[in-house]
């Protein structure tokens, strides 16, 4: 049975920082196909960053403030962010699909976990 489950989320002040994890469990991943969404009540969930055997992705809207990365060995991936906005205020998820190991393959993931929630004060 496949699971992700994140965690890390919380309240922060604007230009703060966050971690977020997600552990991941019943898939089997060559250091690709797992990355993070996020979504704001009432809008469309937005792809916000994915790893890659190319490189880390990052949307626009993240680069420069937010890090992802993966701890093989703990079956983890993270997403740390700093500089953190209102704007970046959303619900994250984890999502996995091991068919998506390129940026041009990159689809609508599979597996998700059911998110956790950042809330960014000013």
């Known amino acids: 049975q496949v699971q992700l489950v994140e965690s890390g989320g919380g309240s922060v002040q604007a230009g703060g920082s966050l971690k977020l994890s997600c552990v991941v469990s019943?898939?089997?991943?060559?250091?690709?196909?797992q990355g993070w969404y996020r979504q704001v009540s009432g809008k469309e969930r937005e792809l916000v960053s994915f790893?890659?055997?190319?490189?880390?992705y990052y949307s626009d809207f993240v680069k420069g403030r937010f890090t992802i990365s993966r701890d093989a060995a703990e079956d983890t991936i993270y997403l740390r962010m700093d500089g953190l906005s209102p704007e970046d205020t959303a619900t994250y998820y984890c999502?996995?699909?091991?068919?998506?190991?390129?940026?041009?393959?990159?689809?609508?993931?599979?597996?998700w976990g059911r998110g956790t929630q950042v809330t960014v004060v000013s």
């Open positions: 790893i890659s055997k190319d490189g880390p």
């Open positions: 019943g898939l089997f991943f060559s250091g690709c196909g």
């Open positions: 999502a996995a699909d091991p068919d998506y190991c390129s940026r041009s393959s990159w689809g609508t993931p599979t597996h």
